[in-house]
């Protein structure tokens, strides 16, 4: 069995990882408020600081219900265009010794560096880690083998 603890924090993240239950929730702390209890109470109850649930109030006393809900998150625009991105995928197709590159593998480093070089636009290596996974490439390095391993023995290891 659960404890309380523990099921008030499931129940906060699930609150706060769906859209439509911040607003029911939002929707229930004004409702407090507006049955008589303070916005201390009201915040101690839903697990809030008093400043949150004071600026749920101004928000619905000055937009009614729509002052609730989310405003629509579109993101930060990417730097790449969906042509370069198209470009990117084609390039990771290929062995990065043909294009005169030094290593034989693809990685965050190396991508963000043919990135600059190509397209002048500068990409962090963790974006550009993001990058393989959004064009849904997966980086695969080597295993590596032990210089003084006997292969025959090896061999005889190995799952079928």
Known sequence: MVNAETMAIIIQSEIMTNDESRYN?????VLLVSKGYSCLETAKILGHTVKTIENWVNQFNEDSFQGLRDEK???RPSSLSNQQLEEIKQIL???PISLDYEQN??????LSY????TYGIMISVRQCQRLFHKLEYRQVKP????SKSDPKKQESFKKN
């Open 25 to 29: 929730h939002r929707l229930h702390g």
């Open 73 to 75: 998150r579109t993101g």
């Open 93 to 95: 197709r290929k062995d």
């Open 105 to 110: 593998l693809w990685d965050g480093k190396l």
């Open 114 to 117: 043919h990135i600059e070089k």
């Open 143 to 146: 295993r590596p083998i032990s």
